[in-house]
């Protein structure tokens, strides 16, 4: 028995949500469907522009560690924020969820991070991140006794952007490894697998990560190849497990030669794709830390990013306990 199932590294962001049409992504210079890093000056104009807004706690490792709470696995997070109001929401929404977290804030400057999220009226979400407290996370916040006690430990792709935070994770991976643990990540953007696609690649055939999440865009980048069924075959060799999601034509997990092909569930309506990679990932280790079949576990994955995908926001709002034991997951 370990203390917990899943233990989630990342950037520790408040959402800050607004809906808006393609005109303004235009006018504004945003990229439409992906995660622009940002200065404080344009977070503040952003800010100024948006419309009535919502703000929750995410950070996509951070929304992973609540989808596994709410399945009922046992969840941790490591993430930095500052002595701020913002830090304080953030450090209230995550316990509140059932994920322990006890990072250490980082003082008042810099401002704990924040993504300024528009959403158009397909539900396709254009994230504009300013990292703040989120680049000091460094090896120091790394809780050796939290990441032997854990069967799987998650980071994302993201993280690759502070350089501190690169060290702390081949802590992590150091010691999951040296207790019979094991290492996943996602990598989270095409755009930030455009960064650093040599940096992960190495991760994964040098063994430091065992399990990969990815779409089907971030897989075709990593790979700089238009044929999918290459970049599968080539993700396939290159790490212990691979699940890469296909949006309504639901997900492929490859383990060795093995395939298993998982459908979407029905989705009655498209309100906001924030947090869908990441809840699918959540589904997925939950199941997976249960011992669950490789198809179960792109089940429950598939069942809690339809979920996210018809409310506003990235965390639940609904038990995904009691949606997995609906549909005979749980």
């Not at 370990?2 to 950037?11: I, P, R, S």
């Not at 945003?30 to 950070?59: C, F, H, Q, V, W």
């Not at 609540?66 to 930095?80: H, R, S």
Request: hydrophobic share 40%; proline share 3%.
């Amino acid at each position: 028995m370990t203390k917990f199932d899943v233990l989630t590294v990342g950037n520790a962001i408040v959402d800050i949500i607004s809906r808006c049409d393609d005109q303004f992504l235009n006018d504004n210079a945003i990229t439409k469907g992906a995660m622009n890093l940002i200065d404080a000056e344009r977070a503040e104009l952003l800010y100024s522009l948006m419309g009535p807004a919502l703000e929750a706690s995410g950070g996509s490792a951070g929304n992973t560690a609540a989808g596994v709470a709410n399945f009922g696995g046992k969840a941790a997070y490591f993430g930095k924020v500052a002595e701020d109001q913002l830090g304080e929401i953030f450090q209230h929404d995550i316990r509140a969820q059932g994920v322990y977290f006890e990072t250490k804030p980082e003082g008042t400057f810099p401002p704990t991070a924040r993504s300024m999220i528009f959403v158009t009226e397909d539900g396709e979400r254009s994230m504009n991140t300013y990292l703040g407290a989120c680049v000091d996370l460094g090896p120091e916040d790394v809780e050796e006794n939290v990441v032997a006690d854990t069967k799987v430990t998650y980071f994302e792709g993201y993280l690759w952007d502070p350089p501190r935070a690169k060290d702390a994770i081949r802590e992590c991976a150091r010691i999951a490894h040296e207790n019979g643990r094991e290492v996943s990540m996602t990598l989270s953007d095409s755009f930030c697998v455009g960064r650093y696609r040599e940096e992960f690649l190495d991760l994964m055939r040098s063994g430091t990560v065992d399990i990969v999440f990815a779409n089907k865009q971030e897989a075709l980048s990593l790979y700089e190849t238009e044929d999918f069924e290459l970049a599968l075959t080539k993700i396939a060799a290159d790490c212990k497990i691979a699940a890469v999601t296909m949006s309504e034509e639901g997900a492929v997990i490859l383990r060795g030669t093995e395939r298993v092909k998982v459908d979407a569930y029905p989705v009655h309506d498209v309100v906001d794709t924030t947090g869908a990679g990441d809840l699918f990932a959540a589904g997925f280790l939950f199941g997976y830390t249960q011992d669950r079949s490789l198809e179960d576990c792109g089940k429950l994955g598939c069942l809690a990013a339809a979920a996210v995908i018809q409310q506003v926001g990235p965390r639940p709002m609904s038990s995904l306990k009691v949606l997995g034991a609906k549909h005979g997951l749980i």
